[in-house]
């Protein structure tokens, strides 16, 4: 199996010589290889993930399914070490969000301030940070349930907070218990990396980098005040996790947030595309849809484990096809395409505020 690097960035190829060279890597598939041990992991922890949502009664079955993609690795020590962060970074976003929701819900300026806030110091954080996974969850969960109480203001945001918290400890636990399993027939090792220091320009860019990414979310309350645009959530989530970038790049003065958003976009589109049609044709066939999700996670983990420049566009695609094949309380089509919608719409949020700074930067 190769490394997983969820944040390698290399050069973009041109679009034919990309696809060939995706058509070889997928040509030997399914070998057997520890490459594929790692896929059919990877997809054990999201069915039992999708298996406890619905005996647990969790409400966004998708996000917790994703959260088993995105903890799960074949070492049980990185895979215990991002669960930790994932379950900690989660909490303390939706409690903050909780305790401040009563005074920022008064005005959408306050609410706007707040989420720019939020997402630009976690995202600062997260880039500087050894613990940055677990920094990059708090700002995402904090934005989620801000937004979430921002579109539904005659509920309770408790239960909002609680519902965030229950799908990712389910996700996690599956995954922590999958990887444990997996070490017994698997044995690994794994020497963390030493922490380099930070340079001081590489905290500058890291700073005019995570400000991008919180002037965008600060854009959303006032999408939803005059629009009452659905799938917002998923919006904050793209703004997010698309500058969540390696320092390396912003050091060297790459264009990491623009590849990065190119790879969403394709990733994220041809996922969410394939699982809505999977939802249309398949009549809500149990048996279909769940061949679908299978094949749809190996997909995407096989492009993530791949040594192409186009890894994090297999994140992007298993995350599509998991929150739109598999909507809350079953099939779904209209609620898959509203989320991948979100997706979009955090995309061309995102955008505009890059080409400001980038015009003002030059």
Request: aromatic fraction near 8%; charge should be positive.
């Amino acid at each position: 199996m190769q490394p997983h690097h969820p944040h390698r960035h290399q050069p973009d190829t041109g679009p034919r010589a990309l696809l060939a060279e995706l058509w070889r890597d997928f040509a030997p598939w399914p070998a057997v290889s520890l490459r594929l041990a790692d896929e059919i992991i990877c997809l054990a922890s999201v069915l039992l993930a999708i298996f406890w949502s619905h005996l647990l009664g969790v409400g966004n079955v998708g996000w917790a399914a994703f959260s088993a993609y995105m903890v799960i690795r074949t070492s049980f020590a990185d895979s215990l070490w991002r669960g930790g962060l994932r379950v900690l970074g989660t909490a303390a976003g939706v409690a903050l969000a909780w305790l401040l929701a009563p005074q920022l819900m008064r005005a959408t300026a306050l609410l706007s301030i707040a989420l720019a806030l939020g997402g630009a110091i976690t995202l600062y954080l997260a880039l500087l940070d050894r613990r940055g996974y677990g920094w990059l969850i708090a700002g995402l969960s904090f934005a989620m349930v801000l937004v979430d109480g921002m579109q539904h203001p005659d509920q309770s945001l408790g239960q909002f907070a609680q519902a965030r918290l229950l799908e990712v400890c389910v996700g996690t636990g599956a995954a922590v218990l999958v990887s444990a399993l997996a070490m017994l027939a698997l044995p690994r090792t794994t020497q963390p990396p030493t922490p380099e220091p930070i340079a001081l320009e590489c905290r500058q860019a890291a700073f005019l980098h995570a400000l991008q990414g919180g002037v965008a979310l600060a854009l959303i309350p006032w999408v939803w005040r005059v629009f009452h645009l659905q799938a917002l959530s998923q919006s904050s989530i793209t703004i997010m996790a698309v500058m969540m970038v390696p320092m390396a790049d912003l050091a060297a003065l790459a264009a990491p947030a623009a590849t990065r958003l190119r790879h969403r976009l394709v990733g994220a589109g041809i996922g969410g595309l394939l699982a809505t049609a999977v939802l249309l044709l398949s009549h809500a066939s149990p048996l279909i849809m769940t061949l679908a999700a299978c094949i749809g996670v190996m997909v995407g983990r096989h492009i993530e484990n791949g040594k192409l420049p186009i890894t994090y566009a297999g994140t992007q695609f298993a995350l599509a096809f998991l929150v739109v094949l598999v909507p809350d309380g079953g099939p779904d089509a209209a609620l898959g395409i509203e989320r991948l919608a979100g997706i979009f719409l955090g995309m061309a949020l995102l955008e505009p505020v890059r080409l400001l700074f980038q015009r003002f930067a030059r």
